[in-house]
């Protein structure tokens, strides 16, 4: 799988607090919080990024055997995705 | 104002928040999100309730334009966003002001609540809270962390006169804090005015934030213009004041009598003490307040302490006299706590 995912940023506005990340849906007023490992996830799918580059930043930053980091990685790209909080 | 007139005046901000006794008389103050930004900055750890509230100013802050959206969407006529996300903006990190509601004025207040109801949005809080003061009920939209508070009038120290919407609609400019199109803003000297009204009508010279959001605000401002305003709107006096305590606080001015003996708690960035407490609220209508709504004030306040509140008995008035005595020299906040324990109200 090699398409980049990205942020809805139509849909979503949010902010880093320390390592964490603050976002709101524009249009319920749903908020969401990211604690850092979903921070740094966060902070590559604003960017732009691949599910290979997203699993390889989670192993880079929190040592993450590439089984447990790809599944993080499934789960919240799931999670978004499954609310439309990224791009189709 | 130059730029280094900013960095100075936030530099002697962050002078304050240090010399704080602890995080608990800046939360008093209202400047714990600053605080929390500071000892970031100086690699300390932050309190996890000081963090659960950073995350939910940050979720106001985000939801602020949308829920604006809304409002300009249902109500004609012009919209004037005052406090909250307006100063906000003009710290160095706004999400380090927090806010819990957005307040607007409008020429109509009446029908721009009718408006909003019907826009879907639903009144919150205990209606006899709300009659006959400077806003409707408070309007809440479908879970949104935010509250709208529509005005027909800024709130304004008893006694004084408040400038009409009209007037306040012909110090509006377009919006620069909220970019929502059709939402204005005041201009800087009115805000500054409104700000220090406003808070003059809830504590004089009691809390720090309310004096650092003068400080953002006026320093965009020409002194001159901000006086003369303050001299139409009739709170010249309380303007004169306001402005002392700001210089002093932020400006290296010379403290002025009232910073140095009813309101010297601020320079030390502590809470007030309860005698501190009785002697502002009994010194500031005559130091900020014309003569006649001053003295009117200020028996007002002595009378008030002197009374038993309602259904409250002479036994009880007795033992809180007591414990206002005792504990002189006590944050009002401790005092307060020590008077609601279980068990000690003996009514």
Avoid at chain 2, 5 to 28: G, N
Avoid at chain 2, 146 to 159: A, C, N, T
Wanted: with cysteine.
């Amino acid at each position: 799988m090699t398409d980049t995912l990205r942020l809805n940023a139509a849909r979503l506005r949010w902010t880093a607090i320390d390592d964490e990340v603050v976002a709101v849906d524009k249009t319920s007023s749903v908020y969401l919080a990211a604690n850092s490992s979903g921070a740094a996830l966060w902070d590559a799918l604003a960017r732009g990024a691949t599910r290979g580059e997203l699993v390889a930043t989670l192993i880079a930053a929190y040592g993450l055997e590439p089984e447990r980091a790809a599944s993080d990685v499934d789960a919240f790209i799931s999670e978004l995705g499954r609310h439309g909080y990224l791009e189709a | 104002m130059t730029g280094s007139d900013r960095r100075s005046m936030w530099q002697a901000v962050d002078a304050l928040v240090d010399a704080a006794p602890s995080f608990e008389h800046l939360r008093w103050h209202g400047l714990h999100l600053l605080a929390a930004r500071r000892r970031r900055e100086q690699g300390a750890a932050v309190p996890q309730n000081i963090r659960v509230e950073q995350r939910l100013a940050a979720v106001r802050a985000l939801g602020a334009p949308e829920l604006l959206r809304r409002l300009r969407d249902a109500v004609d006529g012009p919209v004037i966003l005052v406090k909250g996300p307006e100063v906000a903006v003009r710290y160095p990190d706004p999400l380090t002001r927090p806010y819990r509601d957005l307040d607007v004025l409008v020429s109509d207040s009446v029908a721009a609540q009718k408006a909003l109801r019907a826009a879907g949005f639903r009144e919150v809080g205990e209606p006899s809270m709300y009659r006959g003061i400077h806003h409707l009920r408070p309007l809440q939209w479908d879970g949104h962390p935010l509250w709208i508070e529509v005005h027909h009038q800024p709130k304004w120290p008893d006694g004084l006169s408040a400038p009409t919407a009209a007037e306040l609609t012909d110090r509006a400019v377009c919006h620069a804090a909220v970019d929502v199109g059709g939402v204005a803003a005041l201009d800087p000297a009115a805000h500054a005015v409104l700000l220090a009204a406003h808070a003059w009508a809830h504590t004089p010279l009691a809390r720090l934030s309310h004096l650092v959001d003068i400080a953002a605000v006026v320093q965009e401002a020409d002194a001159a213009e901000v006086r003369g305003l303050a001299e139409r709107w009739g709170c010249a006096r309380l303007w004169r004041t306001t402005e002392r305590a700001v210089d002093a606080l932020f400006n290296g001015s010379a403290p002025s009598l009232a910073m140095r003996t009813w309101a010297r708690h601020l320079a030390a960035a502590r809470e007030r003490t309860v005698f501190e407490r009785h002697v502002q609220e009994s010194a500031a209508p005559l130091w900020g307040l014309p003569p006649v709504p001053g003295a009117n004030a200020a028996a007002a306040t002595l009378l008030g302490t002197a009374r038993r509140n309602r259904g409250e008995s002479w036994k009880s008035k007795l033992h809180r006299s007591q414990a206002a005595l005792r504990n002189a020299a006590r944050a009002k906040s401790l005092h307060d706590a020590e008077l609601a324990e279980p068990g000690r109200d003996p009514r």
